[in-house]
């Protein structure tokens, strides 16, 4: 059922609304009386939707509504007014704010803006996830021991329980993890992806189950954790064999008891997030040996997916390099391109035996940026899959200005693809001085939009 909150400071208008929106709708809701009231509420108690009026004494509904915005709820939120100050209205929406009503308006007009938000919601969530993980959520290749681990993904993604996924480092464990997510009885909730590896140590607890306001020093507001942003959904926890100790014996009691508590706080939360584990490591030899907790790698050990090195899937690789051509292309806005034969012919006859599938995709990128023309030919490719022998100094230079043009199209990207490429956000953001400065990085970089 769809959760609704409606904030007002004037109680019996609240709950008056709120009662006529859950008659009229078929909706569940609830009323907050205050701004700090109604920020209690959505970091502890799931809601779909707020209602929110502007006009509050103490932290009034823009103070809300920028908090929501810098917490990353993601929540959808209507702004409402009474005193027909519509500017206002617009400032809101411009902070956020999903659209704007006015407290008069028949309840029936109420219900469709709530649909409305709910359904554009889902829609942006969707969009930025394809968007950022284009080149990563598809199950490339039809070889034999791919299409045995579709098969087992299969069967295994309708059920709830938790899955563990073994292999090499950069074969694709967050792709299967997706896949999983995707044909679940969950696909409709979030995925959030957590690399248990790069988290610093002091952290990882904050990280995943969340802390309150004050919890240690720089903890200057509350933040949710992995467990509750991905309540409903997914989560999946990378390199789950780099956790420290202390955190294994917590996963192991948020995993049987399915509520977490955030750091400095006392009351638990339920939290309903089906749990992928991936890792690279030997978890049975690290339990045994210790290093591991054993009753931890025993709840994790159910279901069991190992996903095949590059070098047991040689067949794949051209499949894997056109799809990851695509993505690239598009990811920088540059005109569709193709391997020759030759070029292909060279990415098989490599030596995978130490690379994976992300180098791969690491290879066409350089592959796309280092092409003017629309072939890729193998004097395209990188000198190590060509098999030619260049100077160290040649290679470290050709290395650092590939990689420095890389890291700016990807730091530029990633800003406008955050402001849904709104330039002059995405150049806010950058702490760029306008939006001028932002379109003259783009045009040296050749990024352009996606069409």
Partial sequence: MIRVLIVDDVRNLAEQYAYDLARLGGFETKVAVSGKEALEIVAFDPVDCVILDLEMPGVDGFEVL?????????????????????????????????????????????????????????????????????????????????????????????????????????????????????????????????????????????????????????????????????????????????????VQAKLLRVLEQNEITRVGAERAIRVDARVIAATHRDLEADAAAGRFRSDLFYRLNVHVLRVPPLRDRRSDIPELANHFLTAVCARFGARRKRFDREALDALMAYDWSRNNVRELRNIVERAVLATDGPVIAPADLPAEIRGGDVSAEESTARTFKDRKVEAERRIVIAALEAADWNVTRAAADLGLADHASLQKIMRRLKVRRPR
């Fill in 66 to 246: 920028r908090t929501m915005t810098r917490e990353g709820y993601g929540i959808p939120v209507i702004v409402y007014t009474g005193t027909g100050d519509y500017d206002r209205c617009v400032q809101a929406v411009r902070l956020g704010a999903a659209s704007f009503i006015d407290k008069s308006e028949p309840m029936e007009r109420v219900v469709h803006e709530v649909e409305t938000a709910l359904e554009r919601a889902r829609l942006r969530a969707e969009v930025k996830s394809l968007r950022g993980v284009a080149e990563d959520t598809a199950l490339v290749g039809s070889s034999g021991p791919m299409r045995e681990l579709a098969q087992r993904i299969g069967r295994v993604a309708a059920i709830s329980s938790t899955v563990l996924i073994e292999g090499e480092s950069g074969t694709g464990k967050e792709v299967v993890a997706r896949e999983l997510h995707r044909l679940g009885p969950r696909a409709e909730g979030p995925f959030v992806a957590i690399n248990s590896a790069a988290l610093p140590e002091n952290l990882v607890e904050s990280e995943l189950f969340g802390h309150e306001r004050g919890a240690f020093t720089g903890a200057g507001r509350t933040h949710r954790g992995a467990f509750e942003r991905a309540s409903g959904g997914t989560l999946f926890l990378d390199e789950i064999g780099e956790l420290p100790s202390p």
